[in-house]
């Protein structure tokens, strides 16, 4: 009774007539209990024109009546009261017309609610369902919104979103259709894949949310041929790999299809490579286009394309896992075409240094960045051919013959220097005195072992952010180029020497060994106004209370950072070597934008010395004895202090004086890449001797600017047709500008929407990066595929939309739009037949 009673008060809040035909007198006790408020009761037994009259001649315009006529409703020719029944409502009591009356429904929904009854007896599904409900909904509209609600309430009323939930929530299993176990008590789960079918062209002879997948990706397979889907189907999977929501559901999925499918097997017995193309359905696409590259480079293929190749597969769903993996072969494509243009003439020492830091350096970069990016992907049979190539090709092609030829020049060498590059130990003078005579606070990180190339990779990578400039020079490293000589040469003085015994370093007689020791000295040179500090303690600083005081009571402040010595030095981690350098470079982006922070301007960033590393075990052949000496007091791979050494073929002997140093020894230096024997130390990673990678110490100055400096490059729209007359859409864009220097890449979303935002294609992600000079080389075509939802806004406007991703956040803003109108012809809706 009280559900009747509160279904008529809904219908009086909308209505002011309301009839209430009761065809077998079954509700008389429900009419007269009724208490509406403000509402007359009425009840006709053959009193149709009284009750007429009595409604008609109220005096109350607004006056409200429930007429209850305990008789079935007369046909409309016998009815006296038929006008009144059209002005008002007739209100029915079965449990059908109760749910239509619920949600708002008008009585042509009926055969509708009946068919779907069991949705109705949950009164939080009917509520949720008249929050969706619109006045001209039809049918369909009805019933996608009511299996949105029994989806759940984040569900949106659409065969897409519907899908994408049953996919994500259904798991893979398939120990139960999640269709079947959500809409099947409501009798919609033949309503749902008749939608399905519509959209899709899907047309199982028992349909269930498996058998869909399975021809879904059989669609989607470019080495399937024999079934086809409607072109919706290719929007739809690449919204749901794109979705943050339901990705992880989409490599569940394509995970199992591939094995069911047997991809694998198809692809080993795959002639026509092409035939993958720019797939990324299944994992296995990615795997296996990167088998193929990895060929062709054996090969000999050329590197352009190559690396067009490679960057073709950016936009695919498995690249981030696979990105290790192509960057490897970019750089082996880079050293590849490094080494085929080089010239390794060394003429003197001064034309060697120079050469090195105008060019070589990037063969020492593309070798350690190729290495880096094989062990982060760690497939090493996948890449067995290029990691193999890469080590030999980067030794027997440069580094060998490079130190061969620059040994030749340093056994012609009476004294350690090079014509006008400045000594290490000149740097204070050279580089931190002017900024104090000129009154201005500096500071100098000095990175252990981070050798010219790393530097200068790393100088090149900071130029690149927003209001950072860079200049990176040379300095002609201290012998032996180790850590206590190398940092004892970057402190003020006048005379340094270093203990035949121990190997610790003096600056003018004072230990420069350990941070304490060395920030005594620069307080000496500085008036008390210098320190030193270890990276950790710097960047555990509060940079508002003792940053901020660090900075205001002194002019100097070195900060030693030690990780990539620290890392290779040792030979249980010496092969992470290459990976300590990309550690070092995130710790020094740190401690450089901390300095920013405390308002620190002016930085220097150096090191002590660099280095040699290989990926590759060293051979016997690699070793070279000491010679003969009265004394050997000292000993590393790389070097050896004694007294008494007697001349070899194979290693350059300098005394103390000719390198610059106080005392009465001499040290021998293998020649080329050789390294002298040493009890229980490492092989691939040395410092300490002769060689360019070694002795050529990096500076790089630093400096933030207070505008911004840098600029992305413009993207606009070109070869757009005025209008869409089939299912896809080309369009082409140009990129203004090479992407070089501060002008940066641009990554954008292309996309076809309607006026209300309404996607109407797959969407595609391309990133403008190239540096190419020639304009024709930055148009890139694109075509999009139009989803089911277009049909909805053929003959209106649209959008093509270029969207980018607000930097560190998830957020789309738009960058250009193109307005287009959509006019597919009546004939391109039988495209699937």
Not at 176 to 201: C, H, I, K, M, Y
Not at 406 to 425: F, I, T
Not at 589 to 597: C, D, L, S
Not at 707 to 724: G, Y
């Amino acid at each position: 009774m009280k559900q009747i009673h509160d279904s008529l008060e809904r219908v009086f809040d909308r209505h002011r007539i309301v009839f209430w035909y009761d065809p077998n007198g079954d509700w008389p006790e429900v009419f007269q209990t009724f208490a509406g408020d403000a509402v007359t009761k009425l009840e006709v037994r053959n009193n149709e024109f009284g009750t007429k009259v009595r409604i008609v001649k109220d005096p109350n315009p607004g006056a409200k009546f429930l007429v209850y006529v305990p008789s079935p409703r007369p046909d409309d020719g016998d009815n006296w009261l038929l006008d009144l029944l059209l002005q008002g409502y007739e209100y029915k009591a079965d449990k059908a017309s109760l749910a239509l009356q619920e949600v708002g429904l008008p009585q042509s929904f009926l055969e509708l609610a009946q068919e779907h009854a069991r949705f109705f007896l949950s009164e939080k599904r009917i509520a949720a369902l008249k929050e969706l409900l619109h006045t001209n909904d039809e049918e369909r509209e009805v019933r996608l919104k009511m299996m949105a609600v029994l989806a759940g309430s984040n569900v949106a009323a659409d065969v897409d979103a519907l899908l994408m939930h049953f996919l994500t929530s259904g798991g893979t299993a398939g120990l139960f259709d999640p269709v079947g176990q959500t809409l099947g008590a409501s009798n919609l789960v033949v309503p749902f894949w008749r939608e399905v079918s519509r959209s899709f062209s899907y047309a199982g002879a028992t349909p269930s949310l498996r058998d869909f997948v399975v021809t879904l990706f059989r669609g989607a397979n470019p080495l399937d041929r024999q079934v086809t889907l409607h072109p919706h189907s290719r929007v739809f999977l690449q919204h749901w790999k794109d979705s943050q929501a339901h990705g992880g559901s989409y490599r569940a999925w394509s995970g199992l299809m591939e094995k069911d499918l047997q991809v694998e097997e198809t692809l080993n017995g795959l002639q026509d490579t092409a035939t993958v193309a720019d797939s990324d359905t299944f994992e296995l696409f990615e795997r296996y286009t990167l088998h193929r590259l990895c060929k062709a480079f054996e090969a000999g293929r050329p590197g352009m394309d190559l690396i067009e190749d490679i960057r073709r597969r950016r936009s695919s769903f498995w690249y981030a896992e696979h990105k290790p993996g192509y960057l490897a072969l970019e750089y082996a494509v880079e050293l590849r075409e490094l080494l085929a243009g080089v010239e390794l003439m060394v003429d003197s020492i001064e034309a060697g240094v120079s050469r090195y830091t105008t060019s070589w350096w990037k063969l020492d970069r593309a070798y350690r960045l190729c290495v880096f990016n094989l062990r982060q992907y760690g497939q090493t049979n996948l890449m067995a051919g290029i990691s193999t190539w890469v080590e030999r090709s980067y030794l027997n092609n440069f580094l060998l013959p490079l130190s061969d030829r620059w040994s030749d020049q340093v056994g012609r060498l009476s004294k350690w220097e090079c014509g006008d590059l400045p000594a290490q130990r000149q740097f204070f003078e050279q580089y931190v005195r002017p900024f104090l005579i000129r009154g201005q606070k500096v500071f100098v990180i000095v990175s252990d072992a981070l050798r010219y190339e790393a530097a200068a990779d790393f100088a090149a990578r900071l130029q690149l952010e927003n209001r950072w400039t860079t200049e990176v020079s040379a300095l002609w490293g201290s012998l032996p180029s180790y850590t206590q000589l190398g940092m004892a040469s970057l402190l003020p003085g006048s005379r340094w020497g270093i203990s035949p015994e121990t190997g610790n370093a003096t600056v003018d007689e004072k230990s420069a060994a350990g941070t304490t020791n060395r920030s005594e000295i620069l307080k000496t040179a500085c008036s008390g106004k210098a320190v030193a500090v270890q990276a950790e303690a710097f960047l555990e600083m509060n940079s508002k209370t003792d940053g901020r005081a660090l900075m205001r009571d002194h002019e100097a402040i070195y900060i030693f950072h030690n990780v990539i010595d620290n890392i290779g030095d040792d030979p249980r981690t010496e092969a992470k070597t290459f990976d300590s350098v990309e550690q070092a470079f995130n710790e020094l982006e740190q401690i450089i934008k901390k300095v920013a922070n405390i308002n620190g301007s002016n930085m220097i960033l150096t090191a002590d010395h660099g280095f040699l590393f290989q990926q590759d075990d060293l051979h016997e052949g690699d070793m070279t004895a000491l010679p003969q000496a009265e004394i050997w007091t000292y000993k590393n791979r790389r070097f050896a202090i004694g007294r008494g050494i007697q001349p070899g073929p194979s290693v350059k002997i300098l005394e103390a004086a000719a390198l610059g140093l106080a005392g009465d020894w001499a040290a021998a230096f293998p020649l080329s890449l050789c390294r002298m024997p040493l009890q229980g130390s490492g092989k691939r990673y040395v410092h300490g001797g002769i060689s360019l990678q070694e002795v050529v110490v990096p500076v790089v100055k630093i400096h933030k600017a207070r505008s911004n400096d840098t600029v992305k490059v413009e993207v606009e729209f070109t070869r757009v047709p005025a209008k869409i007359t089939t299912g896809q859409v080309s369009l082409g864009l140009f990129q203004d500008q090479p992407a070089v220097d501060k002008v940066l890449p641009r990554t954008l979303r292309i996309g076809l929407y309607s006026k209300d935002d309404t996607i109407l294609s797959e969407i595609k992600t391309h990133t403008f990066d190239s540096q190419s000079d020639e304009a024709r080389n930055r148009e890139s075509a694109f075509l999009l595929t139009l989803s089911r939802s277009a049909d909805a806004f053929n003959g209106q406007d649209v959008f093509l939309r270029l969207e980018e991703t607000v930097l560190g956040t998830n957020q789309v803003v738009r960058y250009r739009s193109h307005k287009l109108k959509l006019q597919k012809p009546f004939a391109s809706d039988f495209d699937e037949f």
